[in-house]
Nanobody, 118 residues
């Protein structure tokens, strides 16, 4: 069993910053990917940013240059630093981990609200 516990998020004005963290516990040995997705009202869930096992990082075009994803040395916590936030960044942010056993297993955090508004 894998558990993802998220923290961070909240309300911020446009141009502000927020940070999210996600701690994974359980059988995550050999995971392939750990990162963040988001889902805004009426929209599909989309990838925001993530880190692959080898250290490669992937970002959505809409957040490139503003958001930074990182992982701690132990490898079981992933962070998302969000700068220059825009109203369109408002969404529920979900932590995600993918583990290729095989087959591919995927786990989600409970989600944390990020609201960018005046």
């Amino acid at each position: 069993q894998v558990e993802l516990v998220e923290s961070g998020g909240g309300l911020v004005q446009p141009g502000g910053s927020l940070s999210l963290s996600c701690a994974a516990s359980g059988d995550i040995l050999g995971f392939n990917f750990m990162g963040w997705y988001r889902q805004a009202p009426g929209k599909e869930r989309e990838l925001v940013a993530g880190v692959f096992t080898g250290g490669q990082k992937k970002y959505a075009e809409s957040v490139e240059g503003r958001f930074t994803v990182s992982r701690d040395n132990v490898g079981n916590t992933v962070y998302l630093q969000m700068n220059s936030l825009k109203p369109e960044d408002t969404a529920v942010y979900y932590c995600n981990i993918k583990i290729q056993r095989p087959p591919l297993y995927e786990y989600w955090g409970q989600g944390t609200q990020v609201t960018v508004s005046e």
